[in-house]
């Protein structure tokens, strides 16, 4: 089991920026491919991207794509989200999870450990 720490959410206007942080603890960070997600309210849980436990391989949502950026430092047990030019259709809670393996998944339920959530708001 890991354990996962976000923070970095905030309030900002649209076209701003923040930076996701997410630090693990427990075991072996570089064991874990990652994964940040989001929930707005009366939403489902949805994915927003995922990186491989190695950092060489990344994948977005379709919404995010082209704004969004992740990346990880396995020597920090830690995983960012970049996101800058942000939208109030962003305004969700943000999770970070972990899932032994490789490579990421887009499910939630494939994810072993998660976060608590950090919240980001974008006003208009």
């Known amino acids: 089991q890991v354990q996962l720490v976000e923070s970095g959410g905030g309030l900002v206007q649209a076209g701003g920026s923040l930076r996701l942080s997410c630090a693990a603890s427990?075991?072996?960070?570089?064991?874990?491919?990652m994964g940040w997600f989001r929930q707005a309210p009366g939403k489902a849980r949805e994915f927003v991207a995922g990186i491989s436990r190695s950092g060489g391989s990344t994948y977005y949502a379709d919404s995010v794509k082209g704004r969004f950026t992740i990346s990880r430092d396995n020597a920090k047990n830690t995983v960012y989200l970049q996101m800058p030019s942000l939208k109030p259709e962003d305004t969700a809670v943000y999770y970070c999870?972990?899932?032994?393996?490789?490579?990421?998944?887009?499910?939630?339920?494939?994810?072993?450990?998660w976060g608590q959530g950090t919240q980001v708001t974008v006003s208009s």
């Open positions: 427990g075991r072996t960070f570089s064991s874990y491919a």
């Open positions: 999870a972990a899932r032994v393996g490789v490579l990421f998944s887009t499910t939630p339920g494939s994810y072993d450990d």
